[in-house]
């Protein structure tokens, strides 16, 4: 596992990302993007600290940073890095670079807050201003060798982090007690502990434990929530209930080393879990082995969701599946990488089509109402000719002593 101290990510891996959003651009017509995100601003730059990007059509990019420029220099292989005091000194240093200021400056607007995307309408003298954060996920849901790599290195640090939670669950600790103590184990591996989430709605956060009724209630993909001592202000995650021997325990973990994310969910039980626990966990595990053999270049995320609920109701859980009745959700996974959920969401009705390079998160749950919630959670990779899984967690039911 490659020391964060030293980590950095290579010149020629910036160079083919810029590469790739630029012949995007041109293909869209678009001059200049202006990059302000910082996970976007750390994959074009390879470095997230205080600052702005512009990527022109063609030709080299500028990176300006108001701080810290010397740490930006270490990290960043791009050749043109400037020290600026104030943002408004952009408009004319892209001017005096290239010449003249981008006619068609794209944005980052599924992100941007409006004030601010007002304040840079004013500030920067384009004659016309485009979303382009579609073109910008598109060229990062396609990961290089390189990325997969990282992946594979988060991938070991969660495998080391859920063999520890075999030792460290035990009864009478509540679920918060037990999130606590595998999160240090993790962060002591490396994790950054902070999940980065694209919508603004949304919140990444690592310790969700869900013990017997707790997790009961709610459909556990969109914000699980525990039944017993959950603030109302957060309400999800791991609770105050006691978690007690012989009952299905769930545990999704969400993880981050060096940028890259991991998002795993496997059911444990102390002592032994109960036959209908074990049988639905055993259930979801094998929707999540089937619908990975059918996980192919070509197939669209529509045909996943589908299949995968055809073989809940087989199985027997059409009821229980993705939720109880009125409350269920509609999708059963993500894309996954430099952000926790990622295009595409594997959903209903969705059209769009898997593709060699791409990460996935596959997680078919299912509730029971008042009594307990199971279900699997694992990273894949998409390859020319099916899915290979990057999770190193075994694909099991871990019953603790």
Known sequence: MESQNHFKVPAAEIEARLLNIQRVMQQKDIDGLFIV?????????????????????????????????????????????????????????????FGVFPGVLGFELDVLPVNDFNFYRRLLPAEKWVDASAHILGVRRIKSAWEIAQLENTAAMTARTFEFMRT????????????????????????????????????????????????????????????????????????????????????????VLNGYHMDETRMFAFGSMPRRAMEASLAAIEIHNRVA?????????????????????????????????????NFIGHGIGLELIEPYIIARNRKDCLEAGMVFALEPKMVFKNEFSAGIESVFVVTATGARLISKVPVEIFICQ
């Open 37 to 97: 995100q910082r996970v976007d601003l750390f994959y074009f730059s390879g470095t997230a600290q205080n600052g702005f990007m512009y990527i022109p059509a063609q030709g080299p990019p500028l990176l300006f940073i108001r701080q810290y420029l010397p740490r930006a220099e270490r990290e960043s292989s791009i050749a043109d890095i400037i020290k600026i005091a104030s943002i408004k000194e952009i408009p004319g240093l892209i001017t005096d670079f």
């Open 168 to 255: 460290a669950l035990r009864p009478g600790l509540t679920e918060m007690e037990f999130a606590g103590i595998f999160e240090t184990y993790a962060r002591r591996l490396g994790h950054a502990s902070h999940l980065r989430v694209r919508h603004y709605q949304t919140e990444g956060y690592p310790w969700h434990v869900l013990s017997g009724k707790s997790g009961a209630m709610v459909g556990l993909l969109d914000s699980p929530a525990s039944g017993e001592g959950t603030s109302a202000a957060f309400p999800v995650g791991a609770g105050h209930k006691k978690i007690r021997a012989d009952e299905p325990v769930m545990v999704d973990l969400g993880s």
């Open 293 to 329: 053999e059918k996980a192919v270049p070509g197939v669209s995320v529509g045909e996943l969701f589908d299949d995968a609920l055809k073989i809940a109701k087989s199985l027997g859980y059409a009821k229980q599946y993705l939720g109880i009745p009125g409350y269920k959700v």
